[in-house]
């Protein structure tokens, strides 16, 4: 079979060498080990092993007349080689260079672990922080250069940004229309992070199904997110270890001490009758109700929940009823 393989190949590279000198030849030469290459009492090579040249035998000549074995000269670079072979002025060149924007796409691909941990821990802040400010921005703004940073990078199509932005209109609507109802936020919070592997993988346009969706394309996304989530973990370990006391950690950490138990069943009879007493008195709410939070009346903390809409810090409520779990509040419109 090899013989037949070897013969079939000599015979259609003469067929298209023929007139070009000892192309033929040479490249015959180079697949079959078994025959001899000689012009005129010169041998090229011998037999049992395989025809290699350099850039100089390529271009050495044999013969009478004599002409090159395989090459015309060698060029030391490509605008040599053009001019040589269509004159000075007689043709253009137009290379293809990588764009700043294409070397930014790679950068932020790069980094993009470390921008996925801290996104993450930025969105862990806002969630134990009252209301929705910076850490939510920029740990959204951090996710979004996550993904946009791939896509421009060509690594995803247009799935996955759809993905993406159905994970974040569930996560607004939990954060601002509907507090409280936990599983839209994880919801949310299991598309985008699904938008983000999927956007990290190598995964090309029209490509078969089958070929596409392997496993090992997930591999290195799933790397990525996961050394996201460390890192996250780690900085918020850190944060809860190492950073002073000042605004930011008593944003983060209830430092007073509720003035009530949290849960009233079978407790005493004269704390029943005190949140009694509570009924139509005014407060300030301390910790975000979303739906449960906590309200400060007459000098005094008491867990409390709003059964309409969030109410935010610093808004003056007032007690409509008590329940075994704390007070239940109602915003006071100005």
């Given at each position: ?64 007349p004599a002409q090159p074995l395989l090459a015309t000269g060698v060029a030391k670079d490509l605008d040599a080689l053009l001019v040589r072979k269509f ?72 799935e996955p940004i759809l993905l993406f932005g159905l994970g974040l209109v569930l996560f607004v609507v939990e954060v601002f229309f509907l507090p409280g ?154």
């Amino acid at each position: 079979m090899k013989l037949k393989v070897t013969s079939y190949l000599k015979a259609r590279i003469r067929s298209m060498s023929e007139g070009k000198g000892y192309r033929g030849l040479v490249i015959s030469a180079m697949i079959d080990a078994d025959s001899e290459f000689k012009i005129g009492d010169e041998v090229i090579k011998g037999k049992g092993e395989l025809l290699s040249l350099t850039a100089t035998e390529a271009s050495k000549s044999y013969g009478d007349p004599a002409q090159p074995l395989l090459a015309t000269g060698v060029a030391k670079d490509l605008d040599a080689l053009l001019v040589r072979k269509f004159g000075i002025g007689g043709f253009f060149t137009e290379q293809l260079a990588i764009t700043w924007s294409e070397k930014l796409a790679a950068f932020l691909h790069t980094i993009s672990p470390v921008m996925l941990g801290l996104g993450l821990l930025a969105l862990y802040i806002e969630f134990k922080t009252p209301g929705f400010g910076v850490f939510g921005v920029t740990g959204l703004t951090l996710l979004a250069i996550v993904f946009l940073g791939n896509y421009v990078a060509g690594l995803s199509g247009h799935e996955p940004i759809l993905l993406f932005g159905l994970g974040l209109v569930l996560f607004v609507v939990e954060v601002f229309f509907l507090p409280g109802v936990v599983v839209m936020a994880v919801v949310g919070m299991v598309l985008m992070l699904g938008a983000l592997v999927w956007s990290m993988a190598d995964l090309w346009p029209n490509e078969p199904f089958t070929v596409a969706w392997s496993s090992d394309a997930f591999v290195q996304p799933i790397m990525n997110l996961g050394l996201g989530l460390v890192i996250a973990v780690a900085l918020g370990l850190a944060i809860a270890r190492f950073l002073p006391r000042g605004w930011l950690w008593d944003r983060l950490i209830l430092s007073a001490a509720v003035d009530t138990a949290a849960q009233m069943s079978g407790g005493a009879p004269t704390t029943a009758r005190k949140l009694d007493e509570m009924i139509g008195q005014r407060g300030i709410v301390v910790a975000a109700l979303r739906p449960s939070g906590q309200v400060e009346v007459a000098g005094r903390r008491f867990e409390a929940r709003a059964d309409i809409d969030a109410i935010d810090v610093g808004a003056e409520v007032v007690v409509r009823g008590r329940t075994d779990f704390g007070l239940v509040v109602e915003k006071i419109e100005a």
